[in-house]
């Protein structure tokens, strides 16, 4: 079964699930903002419904799911149908690039990270934000994959395994930043950013495209 099909049939669903644990999504954008560049032309690569995308400020957005685009595009996110591993832009387009729980469901993890490298300038940065495999959270989410409609077909990664993908492809000066120590589903409040990784169940990691 195509990966996009559980996105197409319930947007709602998945949009729902951060209006129901706002704590969570707090806790992943604080993350993402800490390592993401504050200005300067974005975009995100697997868009979604644009949750991510438009409290950043990215203007741009690709996905393969057209159910998951036109609500990214009720955002104010110029969104692209298009895959992470073949994205539809010229080399050096953007100055910053940003993966959010996409990692899991690609293809070719490599050849993404090849195509973020190609499409940002130099000195651009690609943050990517993920479930690591390699916490609390990520085995529970590995464990319980096959109840979740939309990550059963996912490859959850551990940090180690995606900071070799960023050096793989060329990117340099790595960070590192965690968060979601506590359980996403009774959180009340939004958990706080450390750096490294090994204990948060959201990690994010941003690399840099040589000068």
């Given at each position: 079964?195509?990966?996009?099909?559980?996105?197409?049939?319930?947007?709602?669903?998945?949009?729902?699930?951060f209006?129901?644990?706002?704590?969570?999504?707090?806790?992943?954008?604080?993350?993402?903002?800490?390592?993401?560049?504050?200005?300067?032309?974005?975009?995100?690569?697997?868009?979604?419904?644009?949750?991510?995308?438009?409290?950043?400020?990215?203007?741009?957005?690709?996905?393969?799911?057209?159910?998951?685009?036109?609500?990214?595009?009720?955002?104010g996110?110029?969104?692209?149908?298009?895959?992470?591993?073949?994205?539809?832009?010229?080399?050096?387009?953007?100055?910053?690039?940003?993966?959010?729980?996409?990692?899991?469901?690609?293809?070719?993890?490599?050849?993404?990270?090849?195509?973020?490298?190609?499409?940002?300038?130099?000195?651009?940065?690609?943050?990517?934000?993920?479930?690591?495999?390699?916490?609390?959270?990520?085995?529970?989410?590995?464990?319980?994959?096959?109840?979740?409609?939309?990550?059963?077909?996912?490859?959850?990664?551990?940090?180690?395994?995606?900071?070799?993908?960023?050096?793989?492809?060329?990117?340099?000066?790595?960070?590192?930043?965690?968060?979601?120590?506590?359980?996403?589903?009774?959180?009340?409040?939004?958990?706080?950013?450390?750096?490294?990784?090994?204990?948060?169940?959201?990690?994010?990691?941003?690399?840099?495209v040589?000068?």
């Amino acid at each position: 079964m195509p990966k996009t099909i559980p996105f197409d049939a319930h947007p709602e669903r998945y949009d729902d699930w951060f209006e129901q644990h706002e704590a969570a999504h707090q806790s992943e954008l604080r993350a993402i903002e800490a390592l993401l560049p504050d200005a300067g032309d974005g975009l995100e690569i697997g868009v979604g419904t644009g949750r991510f995308a438009a409290p950043l400020g990215l203007e741009h957005g690709v996905d393969p799911s057209p159910a998951m685009r036109e609500r990214a595009r009720e955002r104010g996110i110029e969104a692209k149908d298009g895959v992470a591993e073949d994205l539809p832009y010229p080399d050096a387009r953007f100055d910053r690039a940003l993966m959010t729980t996409t990692l899991c469901f690609l293809d070719d993890p490599p050849q993404a990270f090849r195509e973020a490298h190609r499409v940002l300038h130099p000195g651009g940065a690609l943050v990517v934000g993920f479930i690591d495999w390699d916490s609390p959270l990520g085995h529970r989410y590995e464990e319980e994959k096959t109840q979740n409609v939309f990550y059963r077909p996912a490859r959850f990664h551990a940090a180690a395994e995606v900071l070799d993908l960023f050096e793989e492809a060329g990117f340099e000066k790595m960070q590192v930043r965690q968060t979601l120590f506590s359980n996403p589903e009774t959180m009340s409040e939004p958990d706080p950013v450390w750096e490294g990784h090994g204990r948060g169940g959201f990690v994010v990691i941003r690399g840099e495209v040589p000068c």
